[in-house]
């Protein structure tokens, strides 16, 4: 699955599109939300967060196929974004777009737009969650932090003995149950550090039928072209209807609705000759809105081919190219409002990111999950990296030597 670089971009699951078609027409039993002016924009800037990160990736992953939830990690570092301060919680306003925002607004446009999503189209399953697993015996979170994430993100709270091993299988079926089955273990093969003290996980499930379904007949063997100019074998799904689509000198997207029409997967497909990464690069949520407003309806003969991936990825690297180094930074990291801490006691260790998609002649079943490891520093005075030191006499104040050490050698 490496080198197959599949097409198929973007799994929209943030933004409601209604798709037309010369099939019968879905029945609406729900009418959507109008989202508000605060949440629209929480939206836009998941979007944009979720096209940057998915750009920065891609520079180290061009060779191979990548898919990741915005929605998941926007969410989780949205709860660890309630416990940071100082340019900590400047960083993290900016890396995640919500300049312009209050805490308060930020949070209650999450609780809106997961609840909005969760009942939004009852031929599609969709589901969201989230939780907070805390070290007992330790330091103990603010119960301010808790509060907030349990009310605006309906986080299932647990202190636990994090001494026990048993405890990274219980985050895993936790992940499990929450992403039916498709996400097993999230902290896979991973032991807890003497110094973790908190997890935060997010999990998303989507399951949705086309609106209209490939007929499995007519699927067929066929060729899938890599950059390279080698072919691999595939199944190509086929079927010929009214579909929204879009064209320009770049690329030929398309746009497949789910149950009602209130979701949808858009395919942007290169011309040939044109890079894919250079398609990538122009994902941003100016240019995303523009295509999107010209898609028109036109009877067509659409070929997909069916595809299942699974794909994992730390995400710290990225998340720190894109400008959140301090919040993983010993030290340096604010976290006061997590924890009754001094700055730069408590920083993130980790941000893994897990997702899994099947696309079939039925529809997609697609999850993800997000788990943030926070860090505390080792209790007392511990030199443990390059240090300044003084030899002196203390009653006249008198340096006798001064040094840096950056290597402790001792032979």
Known sequence: MKNLKIYLMILILCIPFIQCSNHSTPTKHKTPVDLTTVEKNLVESDNKFGLKLFREIN????????????????????????????????????????????????????????????????????????????????????????????????????????????????????VE?????????????????????????????????????????????????????????????????FFKNFGNNTFWALDLPYGDGNYSMTIFLPH???????????????????????????SLNIYLPRFKLEYEKLLNE??????????????????????????GQVWIDTVLHKTFIEVDEKGTEAAAATIVEMIKGPSGFRVDHPFIFMIREKSSQTILFIGKILDPTYD
């Open 59 to 174: 520079q180290t992953q061009k060779d191979s196929n990548i898919i990741i939830s915005p929605l998941s990690v926007s969410v989780c570092l949205g709860m660890v974004y309630n416990g940071a301060d100082g340019k900590t919680k400047e960083d993290m306003q900016k890396i995640l777009e919500l300049e312009g925002l209050n805490i308060e607004e930020v949070n209650q446009s999450y609780q809106h737009i997961m609840e909005l999503l969760s009942g939004l189209d009852p031929e599609v399953q969709f589901q969201i969650a989230n939780s907070i697993w805390y070290r007992l015996n330790d330091l103990i979170p603010k119960e301010e932090f808790l509060s907030v994430c349990q009310k605006y993100f309906d986080a299932l709270i647990k202190g636990m003995n994090f001494d026990d091993p048993g405890i990274i299988d219980s985050i895993n079926l936790w």
């Open 177 to 241: 149950e929450n992403t039916n089955g498709k996400i097993k273990e999230i902290w896979e093969g991973k032991e807890i550090s003497s110094q973790t003290i908190m997890f935060l996980v997010n999990a998303i499930y989507f399951k949705g039928a086309w609106t209209y379904q490939f007929d499995k007949n007519k699927t067929k063997d066929d060729l899938f072209y890599i950059s390279d100019g080698s072919t691999k074998p595939c199944k190509m799904m086929e079927q010929r209807g």
């Open 272 to 298: 040939w000759g044109t890079d894919i990464d250079s398609l990538i690069a122009e994902f941003s949520q100016d240019n995303l809105n523009q295509w999107l407003s010209s898609f028109k309806n036109d």
């Open 318 to 343: 990225e998340l720190k190219s894109l400008g959140m180094q301090i919040a993983f930074t010993p030290g340096a990291a604010d976290f006061t409002k997590m924890y009754y801490i001094l700055p």
